[in-house]
Every structure is written in C-alpha cells, then in structure tokens.
C-alpha cells in the first residue's frame, strides 16, 4: 500500500461540502477524509442502498462525522432541479462543491432522462447544472469547486456539430468529450467568477488510474460483469503501477482544500496513472478559453433556462 500523503488537509471545522459520487469509490474516500477533517457533508446520492452504506463506513471510520444523504440522479435535470432548490430553500452556504460523480462506456449509446447521450448528460450537463443551480448558495459561502476530469481528456475534442453523438457513435471518443467539457467548464466557472465578483474559485482534477467502479459490472448500464480493463488495472494497482482508490482521491482533494489551491489550476497524480498530488499543467484539450466559452453556452442551451445565470 503506498504511502498517502493527505497533510494539506486543514482543519474544516464548521464548513460545508457537497461530494457528488460518493456512495462508493473515490468519491467514498473524499467524503471520509473531509469528514475526517471536521467538516459536514452532504452526499447525493441516485441509489439511497449504496449511500447508506457510504454514511455507515464513514460514520465507521469517523465516530461523530456529520454526513448526511441527499438524492440525487445527475442523468435527469428534474432531480437536479429538486435537489437545488431544495439546498436553496434551506439557505446554507456552501463551501465546497465536488463534481465527482461519472459514467464511462456503456455498451450501447444510451440516452439521459432528457434526451442527452449518457455521458455528456451525466459527467458534465448534470454537474452544470448542480453548479449553476447552487450558484447562490456557493457564492454565499465563498465556495471552492472542483471538477473530476480524467487521463482520457489528454487528447480529442468536442464534437461541436453533434454534441450527443446522434449520428455516428464511438463510446470512448463520447466519454473524452464529455470530460474536456467538464475541464472547459471548470475553467469558465473560474473566468466568470473572477469577472464579476462571484467570489468562487474553481479548480481540476484527474484521479490517474485506480480500480474504482466505473468499469464494474453495472448492470444498469447494461454491464453484467466488469471489463477485462478493471481487472488489469486491479492487478497493476496491486503491484503498485497504478495508484489506488484511496490515493486517486487525492488530487480532487488538494485541488478543494489545500492551500496551494487558488483557483484555474489542475491537480493530479505526479506520475500521469499514480502518485502523490501535484499541481500540473492544462493539457491541450482544455487550453482553448473560446471553446471554454462555447462549452457553457452550448450547457446552457441545452439543460434550458432553469440552470441559466
């Protein structure tokens, strides 16, 4: 088990975070170690199971921790909706907001709730839209946010004229898409802060490579059984090649607390699949602040007026 440096998590006593993904995985390890570290948390969650078994675990690990669930299904822009507001309704302001949650690679194209090609929908339409609807809420609490890229957004780009791959579908080159909009996002939060005063700052991530459950047997992705790549990532994760799910946390987590975190910058792995967090530079994906640009306008377009600033 390789060595988890986590010393740049303060004290966070008294703040509030919001971990999407985390009934399980990476996800998982964020909420305990923020827990952990005094803050209270608050975990959407789509299977209400999965997520109480989270609370348990981290209750578990963390006598007294303050985490609570939510639901949460990132794929229908109604449950983001009902979950905004509710958030909104309560009034409590927010400090940190991880978008960590994600698909990747269903066997077949499949659709969100709305109409969008699954990964596009989940891994950035829905977290636009959790951003945007908590905006007040963040920029009450002064809020850090951060963004779950992946190694895949190194190369590729958006698919401007099909967004939602209607016309000639590749899964791999669908999920790439998906995570340089996240990136483009992450870094237009950020512009759009500085430029009118909202107070936020919002940062990248990339976990490198770990057996996280992604390429698990999902059978509600139509995955039965998990793919031959999660079990040689398992293996190499073994032998130390890869990182594992607890120092894929990492990144996500310096990128949110620590204090070399001020705001458009990317946290990853030292070694591009494993290692300790360190600042990096974009990749070339996600250089391009015009197709940042491009990428909110098109999310607003798309997930309609109730998530527009």
């Known amino acids: 088990m390789p060595r988890i440096d986590d010393t740049f998590i303060p004290d966070l006593t008294g703040t509030l975070a919001v971990v999407t993904g985390a009934s399980d995985g990476i996800g998982r ?18 299977t209400r199971s999965k997520g109480e078994a989270a609370v348990r675990g981290i209750h578990d690990a963390v006598p007294g ?35 960590n949650a994600g698909v990747m690679q269903p066997p077949q194209r499949q659709e969100t709730r709305d109409g969008f090609e699954l990964q596009l929908g989940t891994n950035h339409l829905g977290h636009f839209a959790l951003t945007l609807g908590l905006l007040p809420l963040l920029r009450d609490g002064g809020a850090r946010v951060t963004h779950q890229t992946s190694i895949a957004a190194r190369s590729g780009g958006m698919q401007w004229d099909d967004l939602n791959w209607q016309r000639s579908y590749d899964v791999m080159k669908a999920y ?16 759009r802060s500085r430029e009118s005063g909202w107070g936020i700052s919002s940062n990248l991530s990339h976990p490198g490579v770990s057996p996280t459950n992604l390429l698990a047997a999902q059978p509600g992705l139509g995955r039965p059984r998990e793919t ?33 975190s001020r705001g458009d910058q990317f946290f990853g792995p030292k070694r591009l699949i494993g290692g300790p967090a360190v600042a990096q530079q974009f990749w070339a994906p996600m250089l391009d602040m015009n197709d940042a640009r491009r990428v909110w306008e098109e999310s607003e377009r798309l997930v309609g007026v109730r998530f527009t600033v």
């Open 228 to 260: 031959g790549s999660r079990r040689v990532i398992r293996a190499m994760s073994r032998l130390g090649v890869t990182g594992t799910v607890e120092t894929a946390a990492m990144p996500a987590l310096r990128a949110a607390v620590g204090a070399d």
């Open 176 to 191: 790439v898409q998906s995570k340089i909009a996240v990136a483009l996002f992450a870094r237009e939060l950020d512009a």
């Open 65 to 99: 921790a303050k985490v609570t669930l939510r639901d949460l299904d990132l794929s229908s822009l109604d449950s983001v909706a009902a979950l905004t507001g509710e958030l909104r309704a309560e009034g409590r302001p927010i400090d940190l907001l991880i978008n």
């Open 29 to 46: 390890v964020i909420a305990g170690r923020l827990a952990r570290a005094g803050a209270e948390v608050i975990l959407p969650v789509r």
